[in-house]
């Protein structure tokens, strides 16, 4: 009899857990998210270094579904994959370098508003041969750094 409870209590949650929150995709109540953020952190725990500088994530208007992003710079690749779930946006950003992964962070964002995000976030540091160096876990504070005007971000409609 208990096991009839459990199932059906794990049968009704799992119907009501697509009409709570921000998670529906067709949620309009979410504010959209656009542009180029950068990210503040604070460390709750873990043996990387407290702070770090991270990279950017651009979220274009078009975007929907799972978007991946590369970004080739001078000594290394950002490769950053974006999941857009209503209210939130799993992210997961890895840098690389002479082919092999030197770091990754991966976490769930929540849109706080249409120029911020926040969440917890995971980072592991690879040594050259591929091992974990360290990670830490961290909440983190994405703000958006460009004004989006008409659809496109005003630094994207600057002169080169």
């Not at 370098?97 to 962070?105: D, E, K, P």
Request: glycine share 10%; hydrophobic share 40%.
């Amino acid at each position: 009899m208990q096991s009839l409870r459990t199932a059906t209590l794990i049968g009704a949650l799992a119907l009501a857990g697509g009409s709570f929150g921000c998670q529906d995709a067709t949620n309009q109540s979410c504010p959209a998210v656009t542009g180029t953020f950068q990210a503040s952190y604070q460390q709750l725990e873990g043996s990387c270094p407290a702070t770090f500088q991270g990279n950017q994530l651009s979220i274009a208007k078009d975007d929907v579904g799972t978007v991946t992003h590369v970004d080739m710079r001078l000594s290394d690749v950002v490769r950053t994959e974006v999941v857009l779930k209503g209210c939130t946006i799993g992210m997961s950003q890895a840098v690389e370098a002479m082919g092999r992964t030197q770091s990754q962070i991966d976490g769930d964002l929540h849109v706080e508003s249409d120029a911020a995000m926040s969440g917890m976030l995971m980072r592991t540091v690879y040594t050259d041969t591929g091992s974990i160096a360290c990670h830490g876990v961290y909440n983190a504070l994405f703000v958006r750094q460009d004004a989006v005007v008409g659809g496109a971000t005003a630094a994207s409609q600057q002169a080169p």
